[in-house]
């Protein structure tokens, strides 16, 4: 028998840090070669890390919720030497296949290992709550995440299972009368609370005591750490805001035929298992738009020469998700070529990826440009930041029934606000007018994009 320590690897994202979100094993458990042992958030994704040893678990050397650096020891396995092939190596031995929706496996683990049989996962196995509800782990996660309270769900799986589905139709329904109640003030108005000491004597400059570390000592004040997805989009927003000049432009849109469309779209045959809102018509024409006015897909590079402007004749177009681990900007790759159908089921794949928190770095880079629909949130318009590397984003308002002039007659129609910020170093004024013009063009008609 000999002891293993195993170092947090680089997931293949050239990751420097990472913290350790969930321990999946304990001291004392028997594990085999990419059985999951730990969930760890790095700056873009959420990854489950297999094991490459079999054996048995011996100490967990990081708490859940810490942060650590790649190469840091966090776990040591009891392995019998004759089934240790060593971190990187394969091992001779052959391990069955991964079972469905199991862990991925990191560059240089292999595939094989030295186990000949592995446990069937929790994850695989629907259970049963004492109240009665029957869901996979993985669906419990998820209504975690989205706080949703699984006994008020209607399932529609078979037996009654709860389905991901109906957890995210619930969430759905659920956010439409969320904030509906303000939270009562304290009954205390004001209260005085004790100056912070200064330091001990002789106390090195610059060191603080560790019970003055905090900046409130009382109840009121909460410390949150700056770290994983929040720290990689605070930065990337204060890239994008202090080197890009943004301008912002925006046009009301009457987009009654749009919201006719999705509705005949729903009621079709062809999409009866494919989720259609307004986000389909307003993606297509984001593509379509840019097709016409190429800048706003295109880039501001730094060179060692200068600088110049690549220009991108393929859309990867990024979607903002608000999930429940912060702001996600996953893309479609080479959305031009998908057509309305394929286009529908890849934003319905990108979005129950990003709340489950399972959008990969891959996923999120490489982007031309980013659409962040502020109308799921209630807002009529905004000035969104435009996501680094990228010279253009459109906002997407709420679309509410209002009065509108039309054929010199006032009537109630779907109306909505496009707004789109832009590098102007790339776009000049009329590109980025034309643009938005054109989106709300299809809006408006969306025949233009039969062609």
């Known amino acids: 028998m000999s002891t293993q320590n195993f170092t947090l690897p680089d997931v293949g994202e050239g990751l420097t840090e990472a913290e350790i979100v969930a321990w999946k094993v304990a001291p ?9 042992i730990c969930e760890i958030e790095t700056a873009k994704s959420l990854v489950e890390l297999p094991s490459p040893h079999a054996g048995v678990v011996g100490e967990l050397l990081v708490a859940e919720g810490e942060t650590v650096e790649v190469g840091s020891p966090i776990i040591t396995f009891v392995t019998d030497a004759r089934d240790d092939a060593g971190p990187g190596v394969i091992a001779t031995a052959e391990a069955p296949a991964p079972e469905e929706g199991g862990g991925s496996v990191l560059v240089g683990y292999g595939s094989g290992g030295g186990a000949t049989s592995r446990r069937k996962r929790p994850a695989e196995r629907p259970v049963r709550s004492s109240v009665g509800v029957i869901a996979k782990p993985p669906i419990r996660k998820l209504a975690r995440d989205l706080g949703v309270d699984l006994t008020t769900v209607t399932p529609t799986g078979a037996d009654g299972e709860v389905t991901r589905d109906d957890v995210v139709k619930h969430a759905e329904q659920a956010s439409v009368f969320r904030n509906i109640q303000t939270p009562e003030w304290g009954d205390v108005r004001e209260e005085t609370v ?4 200064p330091p001990p004597a002789g106390l090195a400059r610059g060191v603080a005591p560790a019970a003055a570390s905090s900046p409130a000592s009382d109840d009121r004040t909460e410390s949150i750490p700056v770290k994983g997805v929040r720290k990689a989009t605070s930065s990337a927003m204060v890239q994008s805001a202090y080197s890009a000049p943004h301008v912002t432009v925006w046009k009301d849109v009457d987009a009654t035929r749009t919201m006719e469309l999705v509705k005949r779209l729903k009621a079709s045959p062809d ?3 494919i989720r259609v809102s307004p986000l389909l018509i307003v993606a297509r024409a984001v593509i379509w738009a840019a097709r016409r006015t190429p800048m706003v897909n295109a880039a501001w590079i730094e060179t060692e020469n200068g600088a110049e402007i690549a220009v991108r004749h393929y859309v990867n177009l990024g979607i903002a998700a608000a999930t429940p681990r912060g702001l996600l900007v996953p893309n479609i790759k080479d959305a031009q070529d998908l057509s309305m159908k394929d286009l529908a089921r890849a934003l319905n794949r990108l979005t129950v990826t990003a709340r489950e928190g399972k959008t990969t770095p891959a996923d999120q880079q490489h982007g031309t440009i ?7 949130f209630g807002m009529d318009a905004g000035t969104p930041i435009i996501n680094p590397g990228e010279a253009g984003i459109v906002a997407m308002g709420t679309i509410s029934q209002k009065p509108w002039v039309v054929d010199g007659e006032v009537r109630p129609r779907w109306v909505t606000t496009v707004a789109g910020s832009f590098d102007h170093r790339v776009v000049d004024g009329d590109g980025m007018s034309r643009f938005i013009a ?4 299809v809006l408006e008609e969306p025949a233009l994009l039969v062609e």
Request: charged share 15%.
């Open 438 to 441: 054109d989106v709300a063009s």
């Open 194 to 197: 004790p100056a912070p000491q």
């Open 370 to 376: 980013t659409i962040t629909n502020i109308g799921v």
């Open 271 to 273: 999409y009866a298992d």
């Open 28 to 36: 004392g458990d028997t594990v085999a070669i990419n059985d999951v």
